[in-house]
């Protein structure tokens, strides 16, 4: 099983790092998909509440276009820019988000879904 992304209705192929953040993710998607809204935040990523707390391995790191990280434990971030803080590296995106995340607002959906290999 893996977790699928979509902003906005659309699929991003994602690549997920295999932590305990993950795993918690990946257990609570079991029960049912999460539809959250991530508003743009210092010109650089969009952040929203999970409404959960999953487990943090928090490393002062720069984040990149294209990463996911978790924030304060309960925070989804997508990436579009650059930043230096504290995170947990939950995956990345393998193509360029920027023109669907450098809105106002997204809408983000994480299903889990079967492995097609």
Same mark, same amino acid.
């Given at each position: 099983? /893996? %977790? +699928? *992304? =979509?902003?906005? @209705?659309?699929?991003?192929? #994602?690549?997920?790092?295999?932590?305990?953040?993950?795993?918690?993710?990946?257990?609570?998607?079991?029960?049912?998909?999460? /539809? %959250? +809204? *991530? =508003?743009?935040? @210092?010109?650089?990523?969009? #952040?929203?509440?999970?409404?959960?707390?999953?487990?943090?391995?928090?490393?002062?790191?720069?984040?990149?276009?294209?990463?996911?990280?978790?924030?304060?434990?309960?925070?989804?971030?997508?990436?579009?820019?650059?930043?230096?803080?504290?995170?947990?590296?939950?995956?990345?995106?393998?193509?360029?988000?920027?023109?669907?995340?450098?809105?106002?607002?997204?809408?983000?959906?994480?299903?889990?879904?079967?492995?097609?290999?």
């Amino acid at each position: 099983m /893996t %977790i +699928t *992304l =979509s902003i906005d @209705g659309q699929n991003m192929p #994602v690549t997920w790092e295999e932590n305990e953040a993950v795993f918690a993710l990946k257990k609570a998607l079991e029960k049912q998909p999460l /539809t %959250i +809204t *991530l =508003s743009a935040y @210092g010109g650089f990523e969009q #952040v929203g509440e999970l409404g959960m707390t999953l487990p943090s391995q928090n490393t002062q790191q720069t984040a990149q276009p294209g990463d996911i990280m978790l924030y304060n434990s309960s925070q989804l971030v997508l990436f579009y820019g650059q930043n230096r803080w504290s995170y947990t590296k939950l995956g990345h995106m393998a193509t360029d988000a920027k023109s669907q995340l450098a809105k106002d607002k997204v809408t983000v959906t994480l299903t889990l879904e079967e492995n097609n290999d």
